[in-house]
């Protein structure tokens, strides 16, 4: 089996097409018309990225009352948003990054536009996101992340924890969310739109760790969990092509190995399967603190650095 070394950033992220056969292989028609659309591997990429940012924002600010887990320093998070950007009331609240062209966030985006957050139909008098029975439900107004207009149609996280989950800072067994979405992204200067579709299971690894979870009366801490994500997206790219890409415990540690994705993936499998063409297998190993993953296609491995 052959193995070849390739860098490639996170955007272009295996998911790829774009991972090509370029060794010393007898020519055929496959080799000299590689598969290389990475169209709907990028455009995936996109939607998990924006909504990743929102289910952040929508975990910090629930259980906190505000965002001060992301901050870089006293006024601002990493998204940029001041305390004056954020609006709560009850069972709801607002992040506000004002009109287009809106802000530039310290993580180097630039966003405009509203989120809302709504949790009144949460369940057994949930009113936290770590409680089991918490509802929260996210739409959009006007929403903008580097001139991509993102239309949250639906996005749902519901904490599906047993409701008996014992008290204390080690109840034995691991909080766990499940994650629906229904988005479509409009791309900037008559791109297209992307749609983008999501069910999935969210699991908080470490929830024995008293550092991380400190019981259900105090806040998660979430620069210090370890969250597994397992479950299916699908899609269609702004070329109207489908998409469909399969998590197999995604692993992220915030903690040990690093906060603000340092380390985005360092476990687990992804399978992504860009409309009619070969599905790509990615290994990104089994929990080292790295940036290596392997993509197969076609009985070839590919190992990348992301």
Known sequence: MKTKQLILTLSTLVLAGSLMLTGCRKKTKETENPDSDQTAAQENQIAESYMNDVAGIGSQGSENGSLSTYRNDGSQDVFGISSASLTFGPNTFTVDFGAYP???CIDGRKRSGKLMFNSSASTNSATAYRNPGY????TSANYTVDDYTVNIIS????NTTP????TGTNPGMNL???????????????GGTITWNCNRTKTLLNT?????????ALPIDW??????IDGNASGTTAGGEGYTAYMIG???DFGTCGALLKYPWIKGNLNFTPGTKETRYVNFGTGTCDRIAVVTIKGIDYTFNF
């Open 102 to 104: 809106g802000v530039n």
């Open 135 to 138: 509802n929260l439900s996210i």
């Open 155 to 158: 996005k749902n996280i519901s």
């Open 163 to 166: 409701t008996t989950i014992p």
């Open 176 to 190: 766990t969310w499940n994650v629906t979405a229904n988005v479509n992204i409009i791309k900037p200067s008559g």
């Open 208 to 216: 024995s760790d008293p550092m991380c979870y400190k019981g259900q």
């Open 223 to 228: 620069s210090k969990a370890r969250i597994q």
């Open 250 to 252: 995604m692993t992220r």
